[in-house]
């Protein structure tokens, strides 16, 4: 019943199949008009009848039932095409309300699938994007520590201080994990124990008074164990150890790695932070071993220059003896003034205003300037004395067999064959004086520390006292 019912109505109808209906219904409303001109002109004399106004009622319904039907077709289409509108401005939310299986339910059926799918490879482009995001921001993490390793390596290579390569190396490293503190522990062999070398970050004052001794059990059973150290949501050390090392240092999380050298460990690079509920991952050890691994190579690298040093005993650029054969001189020379009980002097000289000598003049014009000083101060001592570069503006000189007063006497020499060289016939910018300390073997002490403390006490005060003079007692 109910197909027989479907088969008359219209909703079952097709686009085309209701417009030829729609044409149908409104081509019998002419034809209509026609009879009643029929009736009304040619069939006149028999007066009006009732068939001429059931005809004008069924015509006028006609029409009235045919445009009905075109004007829903119409507002349909009109409806399909306002969404499909919105649609193709980029409001995929919208949704058709399809009632009918025609045509106009077809394309409102394919419009809804087109926006899911569409909809679907958004949240998929979205999905692509943060992960994206992700991978990028991963990337520019790599591109940092790679540019910090580079600057690392630069340092190493280019004979920067060992002090200023550790402290670079433990700040970059407290970038890996977002970490809020990084530390840099060295061993001491004399002690057999862990001293704070350099930290950075969060509580620094407080992480440098940092000692771990052997009789601790973190020492014996995380530091002295020489294998990465590991301390987050996931790991943990046995017993309390994890309670006694985080309190020591004051974090929740960290993260150490030993650095070996000659399979002994000499140090360990840490970072930590106070995070809840944070766990260390397979590229952070990875990028702290890297770093750890650098700061190997600075420690050899010091390590190598102490030797060489040491073997050499005159400076490279004056050709006088540098600071490791006047000290080594000066201890001999000491203990030969103690056994025939006579006096030995030393001298510390330093320029003055070097400093600014050399930003004013550059590199070259200054070390053409400690050349000449150089030069000068041979032409003032004789064959038993010893003069030396003992620091980058500063000399030293052994004179044994002399005692304070003939010592100042040779020092207030040099100063004035220094400032007559310097300042003569030169502008003023360029004029270079000396000041000078003098200590004396024993009246000043009897070890090598000792002169030398007291030389650069002397000299220390020849500077406040407006440089250029020799400072005795």
């Known amino acids: 019943m109910d197909k027989k019912i479907d088969r008359f109505s219209l909703n079952s109808r097709t686009v085309k199949q209701k417009l030829m209906v729609a ?7 002419p034809f209509l008009v026609c009879i009643y ?14 068939d001429i106004i059931v005809y004008l009622a069924v015509s006028a319904f006609l029409a009235i039932v045919g445009l009905l039907v075109i004007k829903e077709v119409f507002d349909r289409l009109t409806s399909v095409a306002t969404e499909a509108k919105f649609i193709a401005a980029g409001d995929i939310s919208r949704r058709l309300e399809v009632q009918h299986s025609d045509e106009v339910g077809e394309l409102g059926n394919i419009l809804n699938q087109l926006t899911r799918r569409i909809r679907s490879n958004m949240d998929e482009l979205k999905g692509y ?11 520019q993490k790599k591109i940092i520590v790679l540019s910090n390793l580079m600057q690392i390596s630069a340092l190493i290579s280019g004979g920067s201080k060992f002090e200023e390569v550790l402290k670079i190396a433990v700040e970059k490293s407290r970038a890996l994990a977002n970490s809020e503190i990084a530390f840099l522990l060295f061993k001491n062999e004399l002690k057999d124990s862990f001293y704070m070398k350099v930290a950075d970050g969060l509580k620094s004052d407080y992480l440098m008074t ?15 164990l020489n294998k990465l150290l590991i301390l987050d949501k996931q790991n943990s050390l046995n017993d309390n150890l994890t309670v006694d090392f985080l309190t020591k240092f004051q974090v929740k999380n960290c993260l150490a790695m030993p650095i070996f050298l000659r399979g002994m460990v000499k140090a360990v690079l840490g970072i930590a932070n106070t995070r809840d509920n944070f766990s260390y991952n397979k590229g952070d050890i990875e990028l702290l071993d890297i770093f750890s691994k650098q700061i190997a190579v600075a420690i050899e690298n010091d390590i190598l220059a102490h030797r060489i040093e040491k073997l050499e005993i005159k400076d490279a650029l004056t050709g006088l003896y540098n600071r490791f054969f006047i000290e080594g001189r000066l201890k001999e020379e000491i203990n030969r003034a103690i056994v025939y009980q006579r006096p030995c002097a030393f001298i510390i000289f330093d320029i003055d205003n070097f400093k600014n000598y050399r930003e004013k003049f550059g590199s070259i014009c200054a070390e053409s300037a400690l050349k000449k000083i150089a030069t000068l101060m041979r032409d003032c001592i004789t064959q038993v004395d010893r003069v030396g570069r003992t620091d980058d503006d500063e000399f030293s000189l052994i004179l044994p067999e002399n005692n304070k007063r003939q010592a100042q006497e040779v020092a207030e020499e040099i100063c004035k064959k220094i400032q007559a060289s310097f300042c003569a016939d030169q502008e003023s910018s360029k004029c270079l004086t000396f000041s000078a300390g003098v200590s004396e073997n024993p009246l000043d002490g009897v070890q090598v520390e000792q002169l030398i403390a007291k030389a650069r006490e002397l000299l220390k005060k020849a500077k406040a006292g407006g440089k250029n003079k020799v400072v005795v007692f």
């Open 23 to 29: 044409f149908q219904l409104m081509s019998i409303l």
């Open 37 to 50: 001109l029929l009736s009304i002109y040619i069939f006149s004399k028999s007066g009006i009848k009732l």
């Open 129 to 139: 994007s943060e992960k994206t995001t992700e991978i990028n921001i991963e990337i």
């Open 210 to 224: 940092i000692e771990i001794g052997p009789q601790e059990d973190i020492y014996n059973k995380a530091f002295n």
